[in-house]
């Protein structure tokens, strides 16, 4: 583990501020689950995803949506790709500053000559995405591709 060189105080409310740096460097947004774990004498916060926790039903999702709609069907936590039609995408990072997924992951849907995105949502918060790759996209696609991604949001409240 390496330090940053940030020394921060406890606020009257128990709250800690994580430096903004830090905050942009691993892509933690407002809102962004967190799980604490206790290692003798350290605190340890770490990224927590919803998404990944359902990854079985997540890969189901993707491999019925292939048979329906030829592509790369993708999902994404907020930082991985958690389930794909292309087996070599699977666990590969999402890099934050990438446009479309930023888009995506603020809430907006995608909409491409050539990829669909649509943000999954639940209990106010977005947890990842759900997006297809291929030639001639279409509205429909896009409705497919929303769809899945509210079933999952619901899945995950």
Known sequence: MKGIGAIRRIDNLGRIAVPKELRRNLCIGTGEPLEIFVDREKVVFKKYSPVLEIKNIASKFVHVLHEILPGNIFITDRDHVVASSDPGQIGKKIDCIDYNITKALEGEDILESRRA?????????????????RDNLDLTALKI??????????QLE
């Open 117 to 133: 995105i649509s943000p999954i949502r639940a209990d106010g918060y977005i947890l990842g995405t759900v997006g297809l790759q």
């Open 145 to 154: 591709i929303k769809v899945t991604a509210s079933i999952i949001g619901k």
